[in-house]
């Protein structure tokens, strides 16, 4: 089992729809999340951190649920410039890196 | 601002041909990064570097090297490239290793 998966998509999402997608991770210990988010052959950039008690940038919810070891992003009112790839990312003091999932393709249609 | 700068942008390299691929960054950070980006495969860490005189292996270090004799500068190394190096690097800085990573722009090489 991968240490931290998310379903790949792509999310075929229309314009203004709200969508939400989730990434899991296997070791409990844990302690950092981030969402970053990747444009076609692009670098990834920070799109926000994940605390405990969730947290909320404008259209964006992250959220983070500990007991059944996962985290969620929330796009509400989706615009086409949010058709991206979004990497969730996982830090863990036992290994002292950070885990990349492997991404969660969305495409937001007119 | 610079922030993090790879070089080059794209590379074609023959098969058994060694390179190496130049990044800085101005950011004071001490931690640095080297990953390869594959198809479906998301990001694959190959070295790091917590702080400047050190390094590590990653996930995928086989056929790569690293040094780190500053803090602005994490060149990485393909001694005898093969085509199933053929990807996307990025390379990566973060003040520390739990904080907000930032990347250059990736360097695409080829390796036929």
């Known amino acids: 089992r991968k240490e931290v998966e998310q379903d790949p998509g792509p999310f075929n999402v229309p314009e203004g729809a709200t969508v939400a997608f989730n990434c899991t991770y296997s070791n409990s210990a844990s302690q950092s999340f981030f969402w970053y988010r990747q444009d076609c052959r692009k670098e990834p950039k920070l799109l926000m951190s994940?605390?405990?008690?969730?947290n909320e940038d404008g259209r964006f919810t992250a959220q983070l649920n500990r007991a059944s070891q996962y985290i969620s992003l929330l796009i509400r009112d989706s615009k086409l410039s949010d058709s991206a790839t979004y990497l969730c990312v996982v830090f863990t003091d036992s290994n002292y890196q950070l885990i990349w999932g492997a991404g969660t393709k969305l495409i937001i249609k007119p | 601002t610079a922030g993090i700068t790879q070089a080059p942008t794209s590379q074609i390299l023959a098969a058994g041909r060694s390179m190496t691929l130049r990044c800085t960054q101005d950011?004071?950070?001490?931690?640095m990064y080297w990953y390869r980006q594959d198809l479906g495969l998301g990001l694959r860490l190959i070295h790091y570097?917590?702080?400047?005189?050190?390094?590590g292996k990653g996930e995928v270090p086989d056929g790569y090297s690293v040094s780190r004799a500053n803090t602005d500068d994490f060149p990485l190394t393909l001694a005898s490239a093969v085509p199933s190096q053929t990807s996307v690097y990025f390379c990566a800085s973060s003040d520390a290793v739990n904080t907000e990573a930032f990347f250059g722009q990736g360097t695409r090489l080829t390796v036929v």
């Open positions: 570097s917590n702080t400047a005189g050190t390094t």
């Open positions: 950011m004071r950070h001490n931690a």
């Open positions: 994940v605390y405990s008690s969730g």
